[in-house]
T-cell receptor, first 112, second 115 residues
C-alpha cells in the first residue's frame, strides 16, 4: 500500500536561515501532495500543496518541490521566523483519492 | 475561505458518559468529512471517512459502535464517543473536503479527557 516517509523528525534553525523537510513515497500513481503546519493544541493548517503536473510551487517564503521520478517532495521555508516553529506534516492521498496518508511529522524550532 | 469549525474544543467528563463532537464546514460544501485521532507527539490516525448521506467507512481496528459518526448534511458531521472510558482520552480532529483528491481542511480539534 501507499507509504510516506518524512525526514528529519526534528529540525532546529536560527532565525533567517532556511529549512527543508523532505518526504518520499512509494506509489507512483500519487498525484496530490499537501503540506500541513500544526501548532500546539490546534488542528493542522494547509499551507501549500502541489499536484503532479508541476514540479514547483511557491507562496511567499514557502515553496514545495516535487520529483516524480525519484518519488519525493520537499517543503522549503526561507527567511525563517520564530512563528514558523511548529510541527509540519507532509501527506498524500491513497490510490482511491479518498483518504490522506500522513508522514510522521517534523518539529521545526526557529530560535531568535 | 475553507474554514472548518469544530466544537467543543475541550471536554472533561466522567467515565461512562457519551460525548458528541461537531464538525462544520462554514464556507464550502463538504461531500466528504474525516475523523482523526492524534496521540501526543504523533501523527494523525484516520478513524473513519464519511460521505454525506451514507454510512461512514471505518478504519481497521476502530469500533463503529464505540465511535458513532453521522454526516447528515453537506456542512455537518458529528462524532459521538459512546460510554467513554479513560483510554478514549485523546485529541480528536475532523477535516472536510469537497471531493476525492481535493484539499482537506481541518478543524482545531477537540481535547477529550475522561476521568
Amino acid at each position: 500500500g501507499e507509504n510516506v516517509e518524512q525526514h528529519p523528525s526534528t529540525l532546529s534553525v536560527q532565525e533567517g536561515d532556511s529549512a527543508v523537510i523532505k518526504c518520499t513515497y512509494s506509489d507512483s500513481a500519487s498525484n496530490y501532495f499537501p503540506w500541513y503546519k500544526q501548532e500546539l493544541g490546534k488542528g493542522p493548517q494547509l499551507i501549500i500543496d502541489i499536484r503532479s503536473n508541476v514540479g514547483e510551487k511557491k507562496d511567499q517564503r514557502i515553496a514545495v518541490t516535487l520529483n516524480k521520478t525519484a518519488k519525493h517532495f520537499s517543503l522549503h521555508i526561507t527567511e525563517t521566523q520564530p512563528e514558523d516553529s511548529a510541527v509540519y506534516f507532509c501527506a498524500l492521498y491513497t490510490q482511491a483519492g479518498t483518504a490522506l496518508i500522513f508522514g510522521k511529522g517534523t518539529t521545526l524550532s526557529v530560535s531568535s | 475561505g475553507a474554514v472548518v469549525s469544530q466544537h467543543p474544543s475541550r471536554v472533561i467528563c466522567k467515565s461512562g458518559t457519551s460525548v458528541k463532537i461537531e464538525c462544520r464546514s462554514l464556507d464550502f460544501q463538504a461531500t466528504t468529512m474525516f475523523w482523526y485521532r492524534q496521540f501526543p507527539k504523533q501523527s494523525l490516525m484516520l478513524m473513519a471517512t464519511s460521505n454525506e448521506g451514507s454510512k461512514a467507512t471505518y478504519e481497521q481496528g476502530v469500533e463503529k459502535d464505540k465511535f458513532l459518526i453521522n454526516h447528515a448534511s453537506l456542512t455537518l458531521s458529528t462524532l459521538t464517543v459512546t460510554s467513554a472510558h479513560p483510554e478514549d482520552s485523546s485529541f480528536y480532529i475532523c477535516s472536510a473536503a469537497q471531493g476525492s483528491n481535493q484539499p482537506q481542511h481541518f478543524g482545531d480539534g477537540t481535547r477529550l479527557s475522561i476521568l
